[in-house]
């Protein structure tokens, strides 16, 4: 080859290094020299010279990127689309080149340098990617690329898999189940570690039947742009009808709530519009697909993210219910949809306060006129009977009306009810519906709630609420008086003898006067007056012997008290804390809530106990009175009522401490270990002659339900205690060591409440405060020696004892305290260093000796010199000559060596680029090589990585992940040419000078 041919190369080259260069100008004028040359082969091996110096360098220099995109649009540049014969042969010689770069790459994949394998990916990934939709290579050509990229996305450095799960993006076939390319992507994203390689996959993947699952986990992935990646994804190439109810309803709920606030921006202003539009901009038609009678308050939230993004308020009411003249949706026309839709708008323009007023006018009408309609459609819901409820199409239909019920009662909190007229209606109809036998049971809290929230004193309210529990549990009643046959056939007897004296009386008293006896007539004259009076008392009496009388009937059916109960939960919710239980509350709990404690229906027996536990929080000495009870419900009833109850009994130790168990004597559990070192602050001991005391023994009881087999139970204990300890009223080493152990059992693997209960209680309890954080290391040495000792057919024998150690090396890490220790002493982790040499020392010998050891070298163990450095250098030593294990030794000696302020060994040398694709160049490689082997010689590979180079690696491979094609890059402003011009100026790499040098002779 010509110097002259040879020159044009390099100089192509080096001005494709300057990113102010025209690369287009460049490819065509080397694309010139190169369709001039008859052999090509030459210009094939000068042209892979000059490439090698830039697939050699790893970090993302810009000259190096500007090369490789010079050399991708060259390559691409001998693409052409095949319309005429004529060309068929020059285009065939054309693409050689791309086939013989081609080549030249997937032969060069396996190289040892992971620079090597990360640039020859990349320009796959950039080959592929640039050639247009027809373009077509060989079959056997893109099976060796398929094959290679499989290979490669299991390769050791996150980069290099990246660039090669985007290059595969063209091969993969969506429609096959078996298809490689798919497999191996979703393998990527259940098992990469690195986030950036999951965001790659997901940029690139398919959506399918096999695929679609995938990207939906990802939507709860750690990492919060990986989330953010997959909701784009499911927002850009997934349609809803694809997705399950079930998955919506998640996607919203999760996104929505999610703790970055970029994916909620991306569920608000990417997935709900693309949905929205996909509906034909149907509102109503979007919360068909959300089953809003089962996710109302996602549905709700979903609306709030809808309504934030319409700017005006003419927006609001474009898919506003279709309301009539009286402001109302017709009674004919409600559903489950429109309904909910517009309590969401009405609560959303609510919200804005004194700007939306005007525009609510337009949505409700007057509360006096809504109390009618809302009470119109209640009294039209029916009463089923225990048959009507086993037809399901009758149940569904009633169900229906129950959730409209709902809504249109929940509208209630959005009307104006200033108006001293209007608000007085709306209480009426409130408690008439109340009182309403056919109110169904899901609508009396709601209406309970809008009733009290409408009255402003307690007493007022109190009173009310126990008037509509007089009127419902005694409703006035017909009673139907009858008189016995009998009675009634006597009483007629005496009438008609009465009515035949009376007639023998005025007969006498005719006879009396036509004799002119006045002495006698004047005596039957009286007595007929009183025949009379008898005849009339006995008619009125036979005519009121079949009047129905009305009188009060108590009603004890579980329906009647579940409904009392019901009122007097919301009742005392709302109750001022300060104030006490008041006379007529009192009544209520002696007439009503204790004797339903002991009914025969589980779930009268539940709501009582919550009434119980919510009034206890009014009223120490009701507490005091009612806690035996409380902690028998606790062990003896049901799972539902055993929970409530057991909430009831956390909420009295969160609020009056433990202490308020010291005078009450408990049920006495099955015998448990000691698990109390302290109470609210004050260490207690069990005396002589009260070997048990009560605190104990409901700590006991409590311990024992964290093994409980039911889920819930669980639960409950492990976040009641959580709460105990997280607010200091236990400070507990063996219960903390229990809750931890409770998080890593496998047992626990299902219950995702109790997993994230635990997970977020560690963290913030080991971050509040110094005390915290010896109560943790305290608990360590219990766990791994719970551990250790576990048999094998349990299950803490499958926890890995190894990830335990590094949770309390972590939790325990003083620069993880939110506030540290205002005076500075020996650290929590010299503690623990101490504990663990103490119990090396206890047997040398033993197994988990090593483990130790090796958590000993994950310690921050200060190298100031002290009392507290030398008793641990001191007890080092001794681990030293006690130890035989080699591994234990090498992990001791470095611990030691830094104690003493000696730097450790030096690490290994840095892997030299291996760049034996260059003939020329592979002479100056061999001697790097030889240099690297020197520096190794005599040293051991590392196997195990330190947690500090562990990050620092991860911290590494994350800031130089190639986020090529990965649609999350956030938007920059586009520098000045001068800006850019320095820029280069500056630039770390540049090539000219590497190839100048192999150029000179």
Request: proline share 4%; net charge negative.
């Amino acid at each position: 080859m010509t110097a002259e041919n040879e020159l044009e190369i390099k100089e192509a080259f080096q001005r494709a290094q300057k990113a102010h260069n025209n690369k287009a100008k460049l490819v065509a004028s080397l694309k010139n020299r190169y369709v001039k040359l008859e052999d090509k082969s030459e210009f094939h091996e000068e042209f892979l010279r000059c490439l090698k110096y830039a697939m050699i360098i790893y970090t993302r220099e810009p000259a190096v990127e500007n090369v490789i995109d010079f050399a991708v649009k060259f390559a691409v540049s001998f693409e052409t689309p095949v319309n005429e014969e004529e060309e068929e042969e020059e285009e065939e010689e054309d693409i050689s080149f791309l086939n013989f770069l081609f080549n030249f790459l997937l032969e060069s994949h396996g190289a040892s340098s992971h620079a090597v394998r990360f640039r020859v990916c990349q320009l796959v990934n950039k080959l592929l990617g640039s050639l247009s939709e027809s373009a077509q290579i060989d079959d056997d050509l893109c099976e060796r690329i398929h094959e290679v990229m499989l290979i490669r996305v299991t390769d050791k450095y996150p980069n290099v898999r990246i660039q090669a799960a985007l290059a595969m993006a063209r091969l993969q076939d969506p429609s096959n189940e078996h298809c490689p390319t798919i497999k191996a992507y979703i393998l990527l994203l259940d098992n990469d570690s690195n986030p950036e390689v999951r965001r790659a996959v997901l940029s690139c993947i398919a959506p399918s039947a096999f695929t679609l699952p995938k990207i939906y986990k990802r939507t709860r992935d750690v990492k919060e742009k990986v989330r953010k990646l997959a909701y784009q994804v499911l927002a850009e190439k997934v349609h809803i009808r694809a997705l399950t109810i079930a998955q919506r309803v998640s996607l919203l709920h999760q996104g929505l709530n999610d703790s970055a606030d970029s994916v909620k921006d991306v569920v608000k202003t990417d997935l709900l519009p693309a949905w929205l539009q996909l509906l034909q901009g149907d509102v109503l038609q979007l919360l068909h697909r959300l089953d809003v009678e089962n996710c109302a308050e996602t549905a709700v939230s979903a609306l709030h993210a809808l309504f934030s993004m319409m700017t005006t308020f003419d927006e609001l009411l474009q898919n506003g219910p279709q309301l009539d003249e009286r402001k109302l949706i017709p009674v004919d026309s409600l559903s489950c949809e429109n309904v909910l839709y517009w309590r969401a708008l009405c609560e959303f323009i609510k919200s804005k306060g004194a700007e939306g007023e005007e525009l609510l006018e337009r949505l409700l009408p007057e509360p006096a006129i809504f109390a009618e309609y809302l009470y119109s459609y209640l009294k039209s819901v029916p009463l089923m009977s225990e048959e009507e409820k086993a037809d399901m199409t009758q149940l569904e239909l009633v169900m229906t009306k129950e959730f409209i019920g709902q809504q249109l009662i929940l509208l209630v909190g959005c009307l104006d009810t200033s108006e001293e007229g209007g608000r007085k209606r709306v209480l009426a109809v409130l408690q008439e519906m109340l009182v309403l036998p056919n109110t169904p049971l899901s609508l009396i809290g709601q209406l309970v709630q809008k009733l009290v929230g409408m009255l402003q004193d307690d007493q007022q309210r109190i009173a009310v609420i126990a008037e509509i529990i007089s009127d419902v549990r005694e409703p006035i009643v017909s009673v139907d008086d009858t008189v016995d046959e009998n009675e009634k056939r006597k009483k007629q007897v005496r009438l008609a003898e009465v009515k035949v004296r009376i007639v023998e009386s005025k007969q006498a008293l005719e006879e009396c006067i036509s004799c002119q006896d006045f002495g006698r007539a004047a005596e039957l004259k009286d007595s007929i007056s009183q025949l009379e009076e008898l005849r009339a008392k006995i008619s009125l009496e036979a005519s009121q012997a079949d009047h129905i009388k009305e009188q009060r009937v108590e009603k004890n059916d579980p329906e009647t008290l579940l409904k009392c109960l019901t009122m007097c939960a919301e009742v005392i919710k709302r109750m001022n804390i300060n104030r006490g239980i008041c006379p007529t509350m009192n009544a209520l709990i002696e007439s009503l809530i204790l004797p339903s404690v002991s009914n025969a229906n589980p779930t009268v027996r539940n709501m009582a106990v919550v009434c119980v536990g919510t009034a206890a929080l009014h009223s120490r000495d009701l507490a005091n009175t009612h806690l035996v009870l409380l902690l028998q419900i606790t062990q003896l009833d049901e799972p539902k009522v055993r929970i409530s109850a057991l909430r009831a009994l956390i909420d009295q130790l969160l609020l009056n401490g433990i202490n308020i168990l010291q005078d009450k004597s408990t049920p006495q559990p099955s015998q448990a270990p000691d698990l109390l070192d302290s109470i609210d602050g004050q260490a207690t001991q069990p005396s002589e002659e009260d070997e048990e005391s009560p605190v104990q023994s409901v700590l006991k009881m409590l311990s024992e339900f964290l093994d409980s087999e039911i889920s819930e139970l669980r639960t409950e204990t492990a976040e009641g205690l959580a709460k105990l300890m997280y607010c200091g009223r236990i400070v507990s080493a063996k219960l903390f060591s229990r809750l931890v152990l409770l998080w890593y059992n496998p047992v626990t693997e299902d219950d995702q409440r109790l997993r994230h209960c635990l997970g977020v209680f560690l963290q913030l309890y080991a971050r509040e405060s110094r005390a915290h954080q010896e109560c943790v290391e305290q608990s360590f040495l219990l766990s791994m020696r719970t551990l250790f000792n576990a048999p094998v057919t349990s299950p803490l024998s499958e926890i890995d004892t190894s990830n335990v150690a590094e949770l309390f090396v972590e939790l325990t890490r003083p620069s993880a305290l939110i506030q540290p220790a205002a005076i500075q002493g020996a650290s929590v982790h010299e503690s623990l260093a101490v504990r663990l040499c103490n119990e090396i020392l206890r047997d040398a010998s033993a197994p988990e000796v090593r483990l130790y050891c090796k958590t000993l070298g994950c310690l921050e163990i200060s190298t100031e010199p002290g009392p507290a450095n030398n008793e641990l250098q001191q007890l080092l030593t001794e681990i030293l000559q006690a130890v035989k294990d080699k591994y234990c030794i090498r992990a001791v000696e470095k611990v030691l060596s830094q104690l003493q302020g000696c730097r450790s060994a030096p690490t290994e040398a840095q892997d030299t680029v291996l760049a034996a694709l260059d003939h020329n160049a592979s002479e100056a490689v061999k001697d790097e090589e030889a240099k690297s082997k020197r520096a190794r010689k005599g040293q051991k590979k590392v196997t195990v990585a330190k947690a500090a180079k562990k990050s620092c690696k991860m911290k590494e491979s994350s800031d130089e992940s190639d986020e090529e094609n990965v649609p999350d890059a956030p938007p920059v402003m586009r520098p000045s040419r001068c800006a850019k011009t320095a820029a280069l100026t500056k630039t770390k790499q540049d090539l000219t000078a590497l190839m100048n040098k192999e150029a000179s002779p």
